[in-house]
């Protein structure tokens, strides 16, 4: 094996040698003269590009799901964020930032777009509970309704994953 190599690259290892065979005629494929080797950089876009469409179609499988707790997400309709599992009101998911009243929650599995009503101009958020709170959880279903109602979606694109890491909530290269 090594031996062939030195025939493509030319030399021994010890020193620099000019290639003998051009990199397009070893990745060109093995009926045209090649050694039928794949272009990394284009096959690595390949796959990222695959991997991005099956993250926008296949949302309900646990990498999308992964990635969306790890990096959250910024709303547009909230057709897509799970209002009590994804984080998009904070740091953490709803149900953990509030765990009593997630408890308490009579539809855990909606999104927050099921969870909005739309009235003319304005944008209720229509939240029930199985049952009513106690005195002392009054605080914490205020504190509840200001952090929802400080975070209410626009109502308009998409939604798309957050980069927290990023001030603009972009990634980029």
Known sequence: MARNLNIIWGGDGEEFKHHLVNWD???SPIVNGGLG??????????????????FGVEDTRLWHRVLVARYG???G????IRFWHDKWCGD???RIAFRNLYECASFKEGTIEAALLLRHESVEWNV?????????????VISFMSLIYS???KGVGEDVVW????????FDI
């Open 25 to 27: 005629t070893v990745c």
């Open 37 to 54: 080797i794949r272009k990394i950089v284009a096959f690595n876009r390949a796959l990222l590009g695959k991997c991005l469409w099956r």
């Open 73 to 75: 997400i910024v709303d």
């Open 77 to 80: 309709k909230g057709n897509r």
């Open 92 to 94: 953490v998911p709803l």
């Open 128 to 140: 029930t509970f199985i049952r009513d709170f106690n005195d002392w959880e009054v605080e914490e």
């Open 151 to 153: 975070n209410t979606p």
């Open 163 to 170: 980069w927290g890491l990023k001030s603009n909530g972009r």
